[in-house]
Structures are given as C-alpha cells and as structure tokens.
C-alpha cells in the first residue's frame, strides 16, 4: 500500500488544468522540468512566464524528507516555529550516524546505543509534529525515498543534496537545508530561483560493462562540478526510456555533484515497472490516466535547443566506463586510458579497497550485476586481491538481496556486508590503519570522493565508479586494470578474462522485507513532550540570532581567506564531528578546519589578528567574538559545494562571522548563509581575489543594499593603505528581510507573533 495516496490523488487530478495554464503563459510547448514547476507554484495556476536563471518563483512541494544528521537541526528549529504538525507529509530518516566497522548487526547495536539520546529525540519530535520516522536500520534516505515516497511528476524537498534521487521516479525532488524545510513543514512557500534547463539526450543503449552510473560519471566530466548550479538537468531520448529506474535514480543522485539544482526523466514504463514491484500498483494507475502530463512535451524532445538553455547528447552505444576522481567527482577518466592517466598523475595503483552500495548505487540491478562478477572469483579460480565492502542502500533491498543468495556470494570472496546506512561513504568508517595517514587508493561507488571524506586519511585517493567496475578493480587489486580488454592471472597461473556483468533490473521473485523499519506519527501528538538535557553534548536548543541593525559592517578582521577547493566537508567536516549535529556550539568547533589557508597552504592554521599569533580556525574565530570584533571569510569558486548542511552557514553565524566573500557559490550553501542571515557577497571582478592581504582589516557597506545594487568592499592593508572592491549579490526583498530579522526563522516567528 502506497503511503500518501490522497496527496498523490490530488497532484494529478489538478495537473492537466495546471500544465494547460502554463503551456499558454510560456507560449509553447514544455518541458518536463516546466510543467511540475508551473504545477507546483504556490499561490495559484500560472499566471506569468518566469524567466529562467533570473525571477524568485514560491513554490509548494508536495512533501519533505530529512535524514539524522540534518533533521535535528531542521527540527530544532521547526519547534519554535509555532506550529502543530507539519504541513505536508514528512519523514525522518536515521542513516547518517551509524559507524561500520564490523558489520551490519554489530554495527547497528553499537549505533543504537551511542546515538540513543539523538534518535530517541527524532523519534519523539516526529511522532509529536506528525513525521514519519524511519528507523537506524531502515536504510538511507533516499532509497527509502525511491522505494516508498516518489512519484512522477511530484515536487519534494529533502535536507540532503542527494534527495535528487527522486528525479528517477520522474519527480523534481531537490535538496535544502533545514530552515528551507521548516518553511515547507510550516505551510508556508519555498522559494527558488526558476532554473535553467540543460537537456541531456540519450541515444542507444547501454551494453557490455556499461551502466548508468558511466553516463553521470561522464556528464560530470563534461560539466564539471560546477556546470549544473542554478540548472536542472532533464534526459530524454530512446536512450533515456531503455534504462531502468533505479538506473535513473544513479544519474538524477550523482547529479549533485555538478552542483545541479535537480536533474529528472519523464515516466515511462521503467517507472511504471518499478511502482508494480515496490508494492505501488496505484501509484502506477493513477500516472498512467495522466501521463501525457509526466514527460515533456513531443515538440521540445524532438528539436531540444529550442528549448533548453544548454543540450549534451550521449550516445550509449559507444559509452565507456569511466572511473572519477581522486579528490573531486569530475575528474573523468574513461577505463581505456587509465593506465596512462594514473602513470602520469603518479596515483597509486594498488586497489586496498572497494566499496558499492550507498544511496546512489544499490538498486537490485546494481547488486545483482556485481554478483555476477564476484561469483567468478571462484569459477574462474580467482582470489579478490582488495577488501570488500557492501552498503545496502535499504533494508527491503538487503533482505531481498540475501534470500537471493547475492550476501552468501559477496561472503564467498570475503566481502562484509555493513549495516542499511551511509557509513563510509559519510566517513563513518572505522577503516583499521586509517590514522596512519599512508597513502592508497580506494575505489567506490558512491558519490563523492572529496579529500579525506571516506576514511579521514587525506592521502586516501577515492575514485568513484559504477558497481561493477569497482567489483572487477577489488577483484583485481589494481587501478589500471581494464576488464574490457584485460587478463587476470589465476591461482593456478592461468591467464583469465571476467566475463561481463550480468544482472536483473527487478527481483524476478519480487521484492521482500520482515521489518521495513516504519514508526508512524500518533494521529495526535500534542501531549507528546520533547525533552532536551541542557547538559547534553549532542542536542542543545537553538537562540535567535541577533537582528542585523542595518548598519555598515565595519573593521571586520579576516578569518581565513580559503584557497582553492572548499566544499561543505571543509567548512563543517563529517566523520566523527557527525555527533554534534544538533549541538550548535560544539559543532562550531569544526568550523572550517580543512579549508586551506591561501597564506601558509596550512589546513587550521590562521593568523588571530589580535596577538598575530597562528592558531586553528575555530579558536581565532572565538577570540574575535569574545573581543566583538567582526570577521569575514573569503573563499574560492564553488565555495561550499557538497552538502546540504545548514551547520556550515550557521557555525560561522553562531561564532560571529559577518560576510562570506567568495568567487562563486553553491547553491544550497548561498541560501543556507542568507537563511541564516549572514552576507554571502561574490566578487564583482575575481581578481580582487589576490587583493585580499591576510593583515586586511574589512568594511563591508551594506546598510544601503539592494536588490541587483552592487556592494562596496573596503580592504585596509597593514600598511596602511586601502582599496576599494565591489561585491555582487543575489539577495532578493524578501531575502533582506531574513538579513534584517536575523535570520529566515526569526522573521517566521515574528509573523507568527512569537
Ligand atoms: C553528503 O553526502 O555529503 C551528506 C552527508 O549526505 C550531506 C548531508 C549532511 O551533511 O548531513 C548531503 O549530501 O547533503
Ligand atoms: Fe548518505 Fe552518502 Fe548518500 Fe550522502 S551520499 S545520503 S552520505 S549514502
């Protein structure tokens, strides 16, 4: 039975009105991507076309989801927003915060127990406010999502960049932080820039080692990890149609690694197929009576530069394979050329580990492929040279997968089955001899490969490739091995070739579960106290912060001026700092310790300017504030690319800093700074980058800012001399709003007369 069927009811019995509206505001034919925004607006049916990659559009997604370490933050500040329930469904995800280290049972019982205090507050908020509540075990957010909540043509936010995966089932699912939830939770509009729209058309069909995950990998390489801001990227083509879903849901998940708002796939009967065999036959149904309206219009898909800001097209015939990274997840390098590649770069060769699974690469199919290759270990006397890992991405799956006997082969070449949760792909990995810091080579099939992410090693150089490779190169043991044209040599010192993967898009005897892992909400949870320890490490309640006097900021001292790449990961770091997600002050401990600092090229390491003594980030950044002096950070391009975490944005609010002047931003992180009411500022000419002096002393003029009016910047070198900058900005009116209350949440709980 499919959850939220009345809601689902409801979306496609307005969608034909809906789309007919916004076909004749935008004057012809729509793309997919358009036709749920325009179905998803707030107010009403379109009424106005908006103008890509420039108008604020209020939209109303149809529901929310938040994993552990990110809800409790969302709902910390979803408490004092003033309200009773959520206002669409919503649910809660535990699968951030388990450690893998032995294995899966192991694993959870010790997670049970170490995160007793956070997951016994998520459970207790989400059955107070109505929020479905999945279980440690359960699996992760969002395979759970796939499996249970998306539905083509729906519209969802998730406090995860991944929650992109959805675009698989053909929806616009789109990752935010907290405080974007708790205005979607609160009844109240989420706001978006109307994105762009990049095409991608697939033409042919995947064969041999090829999967879906090569074509993300690709695209990646073609984009870039910053190709896709302010983008959502469609597929379409013959090519689109002959991939399974949850092969989609590998390329709408990774899509967040170009930093693309979303990415999506118009229903078909991939889809349709994978409703039926997650147990949403209704789902299906009810698409199928509206499906003219869940894929873009003929007219765009068979002349797409008309209607695409941008098209790639790909042929997946000629795809292939392809393994990304290290360090970074658009370092594209195609299997035939590895050899050469890896030489040249002096990256270390020899596979110690492999890892599949994740959210983004667990589906039957993706299992089921690898199995094929692990079963060749013994058939073709081979012996696994690397460690072998394996991540369920939900408990259905992990059950399914072991009734089908595909643990028992993993087990066969000593491959250890972690619990249904993110692990180390998060960096909650206790990996023996990580701390040793040596360098190696790991090859997975996640997402994200950034430094030192995995396994806290920064001399861990992570690729990232699709399931099956990374099974044939653990096999291996060696990065250069090429199993399209390669030989392994035997335990009986025979030359042999693995024959490629095959697998099944679905379980042919179904899929099964004993304990999914659902809570649901009490009906009325009103009576339901939530109780924070005031002593607690891990959970603290949140203050407001302090409005904005509409001032100039003046005399701010510069924390750090980042060098070079500086994601989410550098400025509020996982692995073990995971615990303190709902603990603001501790957290803020972490504050942009693996950023490096453009003058020493050290990682926490600035100088305090108070004494001109070095000291770690975090500890100048608290000497500043006890001493009221402002702070501003200046970072690179793409600063805050990665994650969704909202702690990013509010360690940085919470210990004083003011601005973050930076040569481009991620998405979600901008919005998390003004969120949060913190400047994020770009320069106006990147060059005035390499102005920025360490001894600089800041005035930011802000108190006249407008919308689209530039921003001066004044930098007072030691010397005594100054220059003035400009500095760009996106902020909207309402944005200013937050700015001025001192944060979005503030502004929510003055409405709500709080
Ligand atoms: C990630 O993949 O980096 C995470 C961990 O899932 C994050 C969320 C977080 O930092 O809690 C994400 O992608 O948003
Ligand atoms: Fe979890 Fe990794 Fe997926 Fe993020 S990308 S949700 S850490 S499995």
């Known amino acids: 039975m499919a959850f939220d069927l009345s809601m689902i009811q409801q979306v496609y019995a307005q ?95 010790v997670a049970n127990d170490e995160n007793k205090e956070v997951y016994d507050f998520l459970a207790s908020i989400s059955n107070k406010y109505g929020i479905g509540f999945w279980k440690p075990g359960a699996g992760i957010i969002h395979q759970i999502v796939l499996e249970n909540y998306a539905f083509p043509g729906g519209m969802m936010i998730g406090t995860d960049s991944h929650t992109v995966n959805a675009g698989g089932l053909g929806m616009i699912a789109i990752g935010v932080g907290g405080a974007d939830a708790v205005d979607v939770m609160a009844g109240l509009a989420w706001e978006l820039k109307f994105p762009k729209l990049i095409g991608v058309k697939l033409t042919g069909k995947l064969n041999g080692w090829t999967s879906a995950k090569d074509i993300i990998l690709k695209v990646a390489g073609i984009l870039t990890v910053k190709g896709g801001t302010g983008c959502i990227v469609e597929y379409f083509g013959d090519g689109a149609t002959s991939l399974s879903c949850t092969g989609k849901g590998t390329i709408c998940n990774m899509g967040a690694e170009i930093g693309a708002t979303t990415s999506t796939f118009g229903y078909d009967e991939s889809m349709e197929r994978y409703l039926r065999a997650t147990g949403r036959a209704e789902v299906a149904d009810l698409a199928n009576e509206v499906k003219e309206h869940l894929t873009g219009d003929p007219e765009v898909y068979a002349n797409p530069e008309a209607y695409f800001d941008q098209v790639i097209e790909i042929d997946l015939d000629t795809l292939e394979p392809y393994i990304n990274g290290p360090f970074t997840p658009d370092l594209a390098t195609p299997i035939s050329k590895m050899k050469e590649v890896a030489a040249e770069k002096g990256w270390p060769t020899t596979v110690e580990a492999g890892l599949i699974g994740s959210c983004t690469n667990s589906s039957y199919e993706d299992i089921s492929r690898a199995v094929s290759l692990a079963k060749q270990v013994a058939t073709k006397d081979l012996k696994a040279k690397a460690e072998y890992l394996i991540t369920p991405g939900s408990e259905q799956i992990r059950y399914t997968i072991e009734r089908d006997g595909f643990i028992a082969a993993f087990n066969e070449i000593g491959g250890k089955v972690f619990a249904n949760a993110c692990g180390p792909c998060i960096g909650m990995w206790a990996r023996v001899g990580a701390d040793k810091k040596e360098k190696n080579t790991i090859i997975h099939s996640f997402n994200r490969n950034f430094q030192a992410r995995q396994d806290g090693n920064p001399n861990t150089y992570a690729f990232v490739a699709s399931p099956e490779i990374v099974t044939a190169l653990a096999i291996a043991g060696d990065l250069t091995f090429n199993p399209l044209t390669d030989f392994l040599t035997n335990e009986k010192g025979e030359k042999v070739k693995l024959d490629e993967p095959i697998g099944e898009e679905l379980p042919s005897k179904g899929f099964d579960v004993e304990d999914a892992g659902y809570q649901a909400p009490a009906e009325d949870g009103s009576g339901v106290n939530i109780v924070v320890n005031p002593d607690s490490s891990r959970l603290q309640l949140l203050y407001s912060f302090a409005e904005w006097n509409g001032d100039d900021l003046k005399g701010m001292k510069l924390l750090i001026k980042a060098k070079g790449k500086c994601t989410t990961d550098h400025i509020s770091m996982a692995g073990k700092w995971l615990r303190f997600r709902g603990h603001l002050d501790n957290i803020s401990n972490n504050l942009l310790i693996g950023a490096t600092n453009f003058f020493n090229e050290k990682q926490n390491s600035v100088k305090n300017q108070l004494t001109g003594e070095y000291g770690e980030v975090p500890a100048v950044q608290r000497a500043y504030k006890a001493a009221n002096v402002g702070s501003i950070v200046v970072g690179d391009e793409n600063y805050g690319e990665g994650s969704s975490r909202e702690h990013a944005a509010m360690e940085p609010r919470h210990l004083g800093v003011k601005v973050v002047l930076v040569k481009s931003f991620a998405r979600i992180h901008e919005t998390n700074l003004k969120k949060q009411g913190m400047f994020g500022l770009t320069f106006a000419d990147k060059a005035d980058y390499d102005k920025i002096q360490e001894d600089d002393t800041i005035d930011v003029n802000v108190s006249s800012i407008a919308p689209g009016k530039q921003v001066e910047v004044v930098l007072h070198h030691a010397d005594g001399s100054s220059e003035t900058i400009l500095a760009n900005h996106t902020y909207n009116s309402q944005q200013l709003e937050w700015t001025r209350a001192g944060s979005a949440l503030n502004l929510i709980k003055k409405q709500a007369g709080l």
Not at 21 to 42: C, D, M, N
Not at 49 to 59: C, K, S
Not at 78 to 89: D, E, I, L, N, W
Not at 90 to 108: M, R
């Open 15 to 109: 969608l034909p009105a809906k789309v007919a509206a916004a076909r004749s505001v935008v004057g012809k034919p729509l793309t997919l991507t358009e036709k749920i925004l325009y179905a998803h607006l707030f107010e009403t049916s379109a009424t106005v076309a908006y103008q890509r990659g420039g108008d604020y559009v209020d939209f109303a997604p149809d529901r929310v989801a938040m994993q552990d370490a990110t809800a409790q933050m969302a709902l910390l500040q979803f408490m004092t927003a003033g309200r009773k329930k959520v206002a669409v469904p919503s649910t809660v995800h535990c699968d951030h915060l388990t450690t893998a280290k032995v294995e899966s049972a192991a694993d959870l019982t």
